[in-house]
């Protein structure tokens, strides 16, 4: 299947500061990519839908300047966590759809964040 | 809005048992996709089956297999020989066919295989 990486797989990182999360679809190109936020022993939530070459679409109730998305390739989307705080802290899972495999979605290995 | 309920946060089963997991879900589209996704302590979530919707015939993979009932919105799991390497999470999801693709995922149940 199509593989989909994510970077880093755990950083900590200060309050105050932000973080960069990167996801890339390796071997296709992925118009749309998903933003997922997981606390411990629940589901994953949707935060976001990331669309190459335009603004994402953010899900009710998650702050758009506290997460910034940018999809700026076709095999690239990035989330930044603005001004971390511990609340933040969290795993956080991208996905990719492969158009050529259109019902799949792929996903990447997660990040672990922790904001100290 | 589309939502997915899986009623049992954990089941248990025997090593080469056979265990079932439950889902339900609510929505007043036609089309669409239904997927279980199984999530293991490393916590990469790993596709095990997904089903069309529009397809009456239900979906298996090897020891899994589901029990799709459209007109009930039910999509069940069943997991056959039971291995110790099947113990994860499992999430049943739920996407739209043509829409946002995004995925709508249940609760998850948590497996634990018993040696």
């Known amino acids: 299947g199509a593989v989909v990486s994510q970077h880093p797989s755990r950083v900590i990182c200060k309050s105050g500061t932000s973080v960069k999360i990167e996801c890339r679809s390796l071997?296709?190109?992925?118009?749309?990519m998903f933003w997922y936020r997981q606390f411990p022993k629940q589901s994953l939530m949707l935060m976001a839908t990331?669309?190459?070459?335009?603004?994402?679409?953010?899900e009710q109730g998650v702050e758009k300047d506290k997460f910034l998305i940018n999809h700026a390739s076709l095999t690239l989307s990035t989330l930044t966590v603005t001004s971390a705080h511990p609340e933040d802290s969290s795993f956080y899972i991208c996905?990719?759809?492969?158009?050529?495999?259109?019902?799949?979605?792929?996903f990447g290995q997660g990040t672990r964040l922790t904001v100290v | 809005a589309q939502t997915v309920t899986q009623s049992q946060p954990e089941m248990s089963v025997q090593e080469a048992e056979t265990v079932t997991l439950s889902c339900t879900y609510d929505t007043s589209e036609s089309d669409y996709y239904l997927f279980w996704y199984k999530q293991p302590p490393s916590r990469q979530m790993i596709l095990v089956i997904r089903q069309e919707a529009y397809k009456q015939q239900n979906a298996t993979e090897n020891r899994f297999s589901v029990n799709f009932q459209k007109a009930a919105k039910s999509f069940s799991l069943k997991i056959s020989d039971s291995q110790l390497g099947d113990a994860a999470m499992y999430f049943c999801a739920y996407r739209v066919q043509g829409g946002s693709e995004k995925l709508v995922f249940g609760k998850g149940t948590k497996l634990t295989v018993n040696p």
């Open positions: 990331s669309n190459e070459g335009s603004k994402a679409t953010y």
């Open positions: 071997d296709f190109q992925a118009t749309t």
């Open positions: 996905s990719a759809l492969d158009p050529g495999v259109n019902t799949e979605a792929f």
